[in-house]
Nanobody, 116 residues
Framework: QVQLVESGGGLVQTGGSLRLSCAAS????????MSWYRQAPGKQRELVAT???????NYADSVKGRFTISRDNAKNTVYLQMNSLKPEDTAVYYC??????????WGQGTQVTVSS
């Protein structure tokens, strides 16, 4: 059974921090590169960060130096530590495998709102 459950979002002031979690169930996610994506109102979904099963990471330029992605393979969980948050980080955040398509299964996401 495929399941993605994102949590940890909320309302925070500019400069604040949040830690997102994603519990991934299903063989298609096991030991695969996993990513966090976000979608702001009126915009397309964008790739934020990726982590491989070995812990290698990659980030969008807009979050580099502020966000940290990590994973716990034993728990099938992916995390996103977000520091120095900005209003432009406001979006619904989703996790999924790297290069997930719109037609793939997506979880409900978690809302992050950064007030100025």
């Amino acid at each position: 059974q495929v399941q993605l459950v994102e949590s940890g979002g909320g309302l925070v002031q500019t400069g604040g921090s949040l830690r997102l979690s994603c519990a991934a169930s299903g063989i298609i996610y096991r030991l695969k590169p996993m990513s966090w994506y976000r979608q702001a109102p009126g915009k397309q979904r964008e790739l934020v960060a990726t982590v491989t099963s070995g812990g290698s990471t990659n980030y969008a330029d807009s979050v580099k130096g502020r966000f940290t992605i990590s994973r716990d393979n034993a728990k099938n969980t992916v995390y996103l530590q977000m520091n120095s948050l900005k209003p432009e980080d406001t979006a619904v955040y989703y996790c999924n495998k790297l290069s997930a398509a719109g037609s793939d299964f997506w979880g409900q996401g978690t809302q992050v709102t950064v007030s100025s």
